[in-house]
């Protein structure tokens, strides 16, 4: 079950020691806003982040019109996903600005690869096949959820939101980021805690295995003269 920011910030304040608070998003005190702030800052910065659980499915369907708006999730594109449905020709997502430029300018129609370039929120297709659906992966901006399956958020806005990666990625973060700011000495000892995590999460993504090294690597000069004479 996801946890909601009520949970997460619970689970930070009962890690540091401090007792919980109430209400978050409705605190006055400034201690409450400065979690929330945090934990909102945690999630601009992880969401940025290639997890799979933020990939998502996108579908634009083609007619005559040259400019098509993306998901209002979308955050980035995932190279090489794009494909027209019930059609074998290639998509070539991000054209250069010189052959964009060529095409358009010269007033020439490409057949065969679908030629398409983002602008801000919007897509540009030189060549769409009118009644043919585009379908892409791309990564989602959005990493909270509202309760009961509701709308998907790019941040905290009340204690229920759901997040929706990694629980134990974003307590560590928030933690070591929230004792940062009141000068607790041990921060950077948590947010080594959180880079190690960090790098396991991302390493089960991607299928590699994790190599972190114990403190008592050596870390100096080689045991073993390398100069060559």
Excluded: C
């Amino acid at each position: 079950m996801a946890l909601t920011l009520a949970n997460i910030l619970d689970r930070v304040l009962d890690e540091t020691g401090l007792v919980r608070e109430s209400a978050y998003i409705a605190g006055t005190t400034a201690a409450t806003r400065q979690l929330v702030a945090i934990a909102n800052r945690s999630a601009t910065v992880l969401r940025t982040m290639p997890f799979t659980k933020r990939r998502a499915a996108g579908t634009i369907a083609m007619t005559t019109a040259l400019s098509y708006s993306l998901p209002s999730d979308f955050f980035e594109y995932i190279p090489d996903t794009a494909y027209m449905e019930d059609d074998s020709n290639p998509v070539y997502w991000g054209v250069p600005e010189d052959l964009w430029a060529q095409y358009q300018n010269g007033g020439i129609t490409p057949s065969g690869t679908l030629f398409v370039r983002q602008y801000a929120n919007a897509l540009s297709v030189l060549n769409p096949v009118d009644g043919v659906n585009l379908l892409f992966e791309y990564l989602s901006n959005a990493p909270v959820r509202a309760t009961s399956a509701g709308a998907y958020k790019e941040r905290f806005t009340v204690d229920t939101d759901e997040w929706q990666l990694d629980d134990e990625l974003i307590i560590m973060d928030v933690k070591w980021r929230y004792k940062k700011e009141k000068g607790y000495q041990d921060w950077q000892t948590d947010a080594q805690d959180f880079a190690v995590y960090l790098r396991s999460v991302l390493g089960r993504e991607v299928g590699a295995s994790t190599i972190a090294p114990t403190v008592s690597e050596h870390a100096g000069e080689p045991y073993t003269n390398l100069w060559v004479t």
